[in-house]
T-cell receptor
Framework: QKEVEQDPGPLSVPEGAIVSLNCTYS??????FMWYRQYSRKGPELLMY????GNKEDGRFTAQVDKSSKYISLFIRDSQPSDSATYLC???????????FGTGTRLLVSP | GAGVSQSPSNKVTEKGKDVELRCDPI?????LYWYRQSLGQGLEFLIY????????KSGLPSDRFSAERTGGSVSTLTIQRTQQEDSAVYLC?????????????????FGAGTRLSVL
């Protein structure tokens, strides 16, 4: 069993929809939770960064962490075709630099 | 400012040949990481450098893989006697690291990667 599980998709939605992306994990030591966006043939780009549990909002993006359920989510409001990309969750333990990534969810937003 | 720079962007090689991949981190970043991204797989950690400390090599898949970081800046990942299963995108990332920056020191910024194809 992988430490981090993420549905690969693809997830297809119409423009303007609310998108929910999720990851589950098994290592209770994880304290840092991140979401990266990766366009085709590009490197991952950091979207959101959360420490421990709770919610964080940045524009159209909201990240949620539920450590009791070992479950993290990324919500995208008013999705745009430019949001079409692969979204990778990543996490690490306190003070430990190695990120453990999910396999990524491919999102397609149609006009 | 300049981000993480990787070269070459694409590399095609024959099975059994050695390859070198280069990473130039963000200026001032003391931590540098190498990852591998295979088709349909998540990013797989390979190796981590922090300042002058001994690198964390726990993710290197075999002794054919090695990496060095000269002068605390540029890093080279070397794959000897390449195999077809080595075909992947090799990504480099850097972060502030060290004692500066609080929790944000862990944020890793990625380069565009080197796409390696072993024929």
């Amino acid at each position: 069993q992988k430490e981090v599980e993420q549905d690969p998709g693809p997830l297809s939605v119409p423009e303007g929809a609310i998108v929910s992306l999720n990851c589950t994990y098994s290592n209770s030591a994880f304290q840092y939770f991140m979401w990266y966006r990766q366009y085709s043939r590009k490197g991952p780009e950091l979207l959101m960064y959360t420490y421990s549990s709770g919610n964080k909002e940045d524009g159209r993006f909201t990240a949620q962490v539920d450590k009791s359920s070992k479950y993290i989510s990324l919500f995208i409001r008013d999705s745009q075709p430019s949001d079409s990309a692969t979204y990778l969750c990543a996490m690490s333990a306190m003070g430990f630099q190695k990120l453990v990534f999910g396999t990524g969810t491919r999102l397609l937003v149609s006009p | 400012g300049a981000g993480v720079s990787q070269s070459p962007s694409n590399k095609v090689t024959e099975k059994g040949k050695d390859v070198e991949l280069r990473c130039d981190p963000i200026s001032g970043h003391t931590a540098l990481y190498w990852y591998r991204q295979s088709l349909g797989q998540g990013l797989e950690f390979l190796i981590y450098f922090q300042g002058n400390s001994a690198p964390d090599k726990s993710g290197l898949p075999s002794d054919r893989f090695s990496a060095e970081r000269t002068g605390g800046s540029v890093s080279t990942l070397t794959i000897q006697r390449t195999q077809q299963e080595d075909s992947a995108v090799y990504l480099c990332a850097s972060s502030l690291g060290g004692l500066a920056g609080g929790r944000s020191k862990n944020i890793q910024y990625f380069g565009a990667g080197t796409r390696l194809s072993v024929l």
